[in-house]
């Protein structure tokens, strides 16, 4: 069963500095992964997306996120963080051939000026 | 704005009531998919319906029930409400019956607080 796991439920940056949101995930085939991000009372946002071409992939906003597989990871980065930035994220997986998917549960991404 | 429309954005009823919760999906769209979002439980997918018919389901109790109509809106009922089905509820859509390269489009959803 496929499953993912946020590692952090809360991280705080300062702006300008980097970001990592850590996501690792469960699959018994190669899955198709999703960061999401939520901002306060706002619904959700696609922020990028893995389906098996490029490790490294690259989302709107700055962000980017590296599939490693020997890793069972998908963790969110980005080089400078922005107060913009801050919202919840989620870490997504795909239910096999249906469609829906299973959500982390979340981090919360806090920025300081 | 998404291209998803959910209706109402808000909704205050006492315990043991009925609700309905709308969702327009974005123009094009087959899919609907219905996804809950509490603090204890945190996102879970409910159902989702591919041109009519319903087409998976999720973590959904016997007491909600959902439909997709010929206009490709759908409807999530929610009956004899109680305390625990406070919650942020949304929709979703797609093109087809699987999640296309995009994802989802997710509406802005409808908060749900049962008094």
């Known amino acids: 069963a496929q499953s993912v796991t946020q590692l952090d439920s809360h991280v705080s940056v300062s702006e300008g500095t980097p970001v990592l949101l850590r996501c690792n995930y469960s699959?018994?085939?190669?899955?198709?992964l999703f960061w999401y991000v939520q901002h306060p009372n706002k619904g959700l946002q696609l922020l990028l997306k893995y389906t098996s071409a490029a490790t490294l992939v690259k989302g709107i906003n700055g962000f980017e996120a590296e599939f490693k597989k020997s890793e069972t990871s998908f963790h969110l980065t980005k080089p400078s963080a922005h107060m913009s930035d801050a919202a919840e994220y989620f870490c997504v997986v795909v239910r096999g051939s249906q469609g829906n998917l299973i959500f982390g549960k979340g981090t919360k991404l806090s920025v300081k000026p | 704005d998404s291209g998803v429309t959910q209706t109402p954005k808000h909704l205050i009823t006492a315990t043991g009531q009925r609700v309905t919760l709308r969702c327009s999906p974005r123009?094009?769209?087959?899919?609907v998919y219905w996804y809950q979002q509490s603090l204890d439980q945190g996102l879970q997918f409910l159902i989702q319906y591919y041109n009519g018919e319903e087409r998976a389901k999720g973590n959904i109790l016997e007491r909600f029930s959902a439909q997709q109509f010929p206009d490709l809106h759908s409807e999530l009922n929610l009956s004899s409400l109680e305390l625990g089905d406070s919650a942020l509820y949304f929709c979703a859509s797609s093109a087809g019956d699987t999640i296309d390269n995009y994802g989802y489009t997710f509406g802005s959803g409808t908060r749900l607080t049962v008094v």
């Open positions: 699959s018994s085939y190669s899955p198709s």
């Open positions: 123009s094009g769209d087959l899919s």
